[in-house]
DNA sequence: AATTAGTTTATCGCATAAACAAACTAATTG
DNA sequence: CAATTAGTTTGTTTATGCGATAAACTAATT
């Protein structure tokens, strides 16, 4: 059983004192004394032993309020470099970050042509991430880790893919295929899993303790953060809401029932409604995009469908859920407020809060580098654990 | 920030030690230190501080295994009494347990003339608590408090009661009322929230660390343990689930949307089933429940259609959610496997997760006492902190 | 004699308060 | 204006208290 000693009171006060820095950098021993509550001396213990970890960094210092100047902490950046994997259903992205987890290089490999075997695209992404190893800056600790977002069903702990069926794999050990080709730790999350703690950590959930991630692609998924951290569920399923009913006798879906709300509000219901709409050229989502924005007749109403099948979705989580904020991710919102605004209006109608307070919907502020910027985290976090807001 | 010292830690291991008697008594101090992993030392030290504040006492000696004979340790089930209250629509329930949750006296008052005003209501209610607390037995430390399960949205940490429709009632300060006249602590907590604490302290989610409890009487909502904790949201409106959209043009709801769970799923929806289809006498739930029971077929039917559908939301949540189990609480229930048949099939049906392991969904175990019995747990839950299974 | 239960004692690690040293600003003074 | 002084802020050092633990102990039983 977990029990308590002085072990963990130590645990916990240092990363108490490593996220601040984290968040608050530049600031000083005696800034974090006052922000966190712990004395002054625990603080300057705890400070040392991250100094000579090489994780912070003494920066110069800071104006003097009528006394001593304030030395300024900050993280080392360039402790290590983490490299995170967006494994789209037809790309892949891969990023170099630092230890901030700024991008400091990245690529983004297209796969149009549909792989046959799981073994050509693992391939792909072994020599993509060669790659991405060869750029590397020199740094400390060198590479610290890999992160992978893979659109899914993965068991976290043991770094497995159970079904990833846009992908066509099944039961693949990603983590250990990795970990054995490149000998440093690596992370396996579901994508929308990983697009939420992208969010949180450096993203439009930094200061949210209770936040949703809906990650609105190829298909519909969620990441959910409970108390600044990612919650995973008893087996680690929740969040796979594609499937939620919304409409109890409504379009057929593939996985055998109706109504699904995949088929309302995904890029599936937006090419859908694309071809019933007269429209029949061959188009990838960002041209529907860029049409949209740019004015199309047909393309904005095709947003605006699924926006507002979107927002009868939201509003039953945000129901279920109560978040103090909803981040919309993936494809569909690079579209804009074309979709947010009807997404939003519909949220509210049908939110049981809304009478109470608004919640907040948002659209991802990392964009399409949400995913694999979240897998970096996910290497991060293991070193830093949860953010505090 | 909350930051972690030697008394943090003290207070974690307490609670473990009072946590395992609670669960395993009678238990000795050996058996304790295997199990929790800590010292004996310091197994005996805590526990010596529990038996002087009464919270645990000796109860003779175990069986020798070739040595020693164990002290049988047990909680203080005298040490005081808790009382429960289920404040329903048409009646109040007024429980009194003692410190194991047991009930000891308990009596429900009907309240079929609809009361005009709240200040009649909560008069009855004070009444019946004055009742209830001349009944209790000598004890330590006599009422320890009072927990109220409301069926309303609630500020938990300042015991107000925001908006209860049924009741009639808008900002209500219940809890300073009731301080105020009996001068004990008091705790007050939405209706599903107070059934799921109830089913998680001493009835089928004991041993759940993530379960959904959902109550399904005049209306629904749901009351959501995470990690063996109630999780409240952001504001207090988790689980307010009874608006969720499950069909996009279907039935008119009262809040103005259509296709509310709660039109499906609800002693409403059984009611208005029943009207469809000839039925056109003015029973209570319980009629129609002993109907259903005793073959009757309209009944039954009705009790097939709100299954189905209460199914279909079901399988909503465990999508989002991802729990080791639902537990099925209030009126509907009552119903047995006339109900809960239809539920589980309809559920498996839709539920995502069911292809890679199913989902328990089980009927409350504490039934009409839930509420009440929850209401309590939160009184105790104050001593006890959460339990950990 | 061997084994198990529970207590006592000495020790270690951690946070903390208080005292201290260092570094700086601002006001005062001749 | 330069020198002095007071006051403030930053950060370190030192002594103390508290909690868990291991080891040595007593107690009770087969």
Known sequence: MKTADQVLVKQINKMIVLN????KRPISRAEIAKFTGLNKSTVSALVDELLTEELVLEMGTGESQGGRKPVNLSINKEVGNIIGIDLGVNYILS????FAGEIIWEKRID???????????????QTLIQETIENASQTVRGIIGIGIGVPGI???????????????????????????????????????????????????????????????GTGIGAGIIINNELYRGSRGLAGEIGHMTVSLDGVPCSCGNTGCW?????EKALFRYMKEHICVEDLTIFNVIDNAIAGDDVSRRAFEYVGKYLGIGVANLINAFNPQLVIIGNSLPLAGDILMDELRKEAEKRCFASKYFSVKILPSQLNIHACAIGAAALVISRLYASPVS
């Open 154 to 216: 993965v068991n976290y702990e043991q770094g497995l893919i159970l079904s990833a069926p846009n992908l066509g794999w099944e039961n693949i050990e990603l983590r250990s295929i990795i970990e054995q080709k490149f000998g440093v730790p690596v992370f396996i999350d579901n994508e929308a899993n990983a697009g939420a703690i992208g969010e949180k950590w450096f993203g439009a959930g930094k200061r949210a303790d209770e936040f949703l991630y809906i990650s609105a």
């Open 262 to 266: 995949e088929e309302y509000s995904s």
């Open 95 to 98: 990023i170099m970050t630092n």
């Open 111 to 125: 796969l149009l042509h549909t792989h046959t075997s799981p073994g050509q695209r693992i391939a792909d992404l």
């Open 20 to 23: 601040t820095i984290y968040k």
